[in-house]
């Protein structure tokens, strides 16, 4: 006990010499060495200094609304948001000791290593504290300084591999195909032959386009290659998602004979239908984990590091809550791909996204998805190793599209080619063909005929 109490009146570690490197070069570079150290400066809070603090806030504020970042106009700013307080002889200070910008991102990583260290202190002292808890208590602390604790050896500079190791694994990947994970779907796998582990591949689409029904067609097919594969079901629960999974492994079943009401003859047709496909699905789907409980991406973590999946997918991202008071949705969505990715890498396994697109699409002339059209879609074009699009042209004029015909865009493609491919899709099905003429053959079957 009094070991603990020493510790924590030992000043925290921190690195004012770093700090002040940091902010010295972007007050003397501007945006582009702001850009460059804000990727190892992901929380104000990485500051020690309460007057650092106040300048990074301030590069922050600045940076949001596209304004140039120098002495002037930081503070500038400072005095705007604490009441004419000047930092003016202190910035000037910062940016004279700077002898070169050049290594602006080691220094931004040594106040993010420190960071990290003032966190597990802070984190371990925590868990002493709650150490008499039921452990469903103290869990989810543990767990937060397991990757506290994984950031900081990952920060370290012995990590590297030998690279004849790097080549055998490289061979071994080729020759066994462990490395790429295929999609099953020919319009999916045509631009790069399928996902990569410890990457992330994101679909991005507006409401109603099929975005979920081609996530479970994706997991039917995963689930037939033997892979193991989780689900976070964010907007549906895993009882609906079933159904539909249902409907996407008979032949007859519809998705509206499952939501209408029918009479009670056809109502036995449908349960002896639903019966028999349920005992098929039991069986096929021993390795899929589906959860629709799991609000916190934390909890997502959680769950991906005890079960270590093949693949997650995810529907969808902009469901997921941030725990840590985030200063705008875009750092959430920043947050939340990194995470992932880096989850990717720890585990192995490849992450499948959804996400939905702005409202900017539909007022446009030509509403065709494009990169642009990601919320947050800087965030993601950097992280995704593939960046699709599902459009299903259909929801915007009935008269001019097929009902049974949708695109796959390929819009980023960082192992293969971006493009179009055309697929075949029946929503009442839910299920995607080859071709637009299977889709609209098997359109036509039904159970209960009107």
């Known amino acids: 006990m009094q070991g603990l109490k020493d510790n924590a009146e030992q000043v925290a570690p921190h690195s004012v010499e770093a700090e002040r490197a940091v902010l010295g070069s972007v007050l003397q570079a501007g945006t582009p060495i702001f850009e460059k150290v804000g990727g190892w400066i992901r929380n104000t809070d990485a500051f020690y200094l309460d007057l650092h603090r106040k300048i990074w806030d301030a590069c922050v504020e600045l940076y949001k609304i596209h304004n140039p970042i120098d002495i002037i106009t930081i503070n500038s700013k400072i005095r705007e948001t604490h009441k004419g307080m000047s930092v003016g002889y202190e910035l000037s200070g910062m940016v004279d000791d700077i002898v070169s910008v050049s290594r602006a991102d ?223 949705r875009r750092f959430e969505i920043e947050k939340i791909m990194n995470e992932y990715k880096w989850a990717c890498k720890r585990y192995d396994c490849s992450a499948f996204l959804l996400s939905q697109l702005n409202r900017a699409i539909e007022m446009r002339a030509d509403p065709r998805p494009r990169m642009s059209d990601y919320s947050e879609s800087g965030v993601i074009e950097q992280t995704a190793e593939t960046a699709l699009f599902l459009w299903y042209g259909y929801n915007f004029d009935d008269s001019a599209y097929d009902k049974n015909e949708a695109d796959v865009i390929a819009a980023k493609s960082r192992y293969g080619q971006v493009g179009t491919y055309t697929i075949g899709f029946s929503g009442d099905k839910c299920k995607y063909y080859n071709t637009v003429e299977e889709a609209q053959a098997n359109q036509r079957k039904s159970l209960l005929l009107d």
């Open 106 to 328: 080691v220094y931004a990583k040594i106040v993010w290593e420190k960071y990290i260290q003032r966190q597990i202190s802070k984190s371990a002292y925590e868990l002493y504290s709650m150490s008499y808890d039921e452990y469903s208590v103290v869990s989810a602390r543990l767990d937060s300084h397991m990757r506290l604790i994984g950031e900081l050896q990952d920060l370290a500079p012995s990590r590297k591999q030998d690279i004849a190791d790097i080549v055998s694994a490289a061979v071994e990947s080729i020759k066994d195909k462990t490395n790429v994970i295929r999609y099953g779907i020919p319009q999916l796998d045509k631009p790069a032959g399928g996902m990569t582990r410890k990457e992330i591949t994101v679909l991005g689409g507006r409401p109603g386009h099929g975005k979920t029904t081609l996530m479970i067609n994706i997991v039917r097919t995963l689930i037939e290659q033997d892979y193991k594969v989780m689900v976070f079901n964010r907007e549906m629960s895993n009882t609906e998602m079933m159904n539909k999974i249902f409907v996407m492994e008979a032949d007859l079943l519809s998705y509206s004979d499952l939501r209408e009401k029918h009479d009670e003859n056809n109502e036995s047709i449908v349960m002896k239908e639903v019966k028999g496909v349920a005992s098929h699905v039991d069986k096929k789907y021993k390795k899929l984990l589906m959860y629709d409980d799991v609000r916190t991406l934390d909890e997502s973590l959680r769950e991906l590091g005890k079960e270590k999946p093949d693949v997650v997918l995810d529907d969808y991202i902009q469901l997921i809550k941030v725990d840590g008071g985030f200063d705008g």
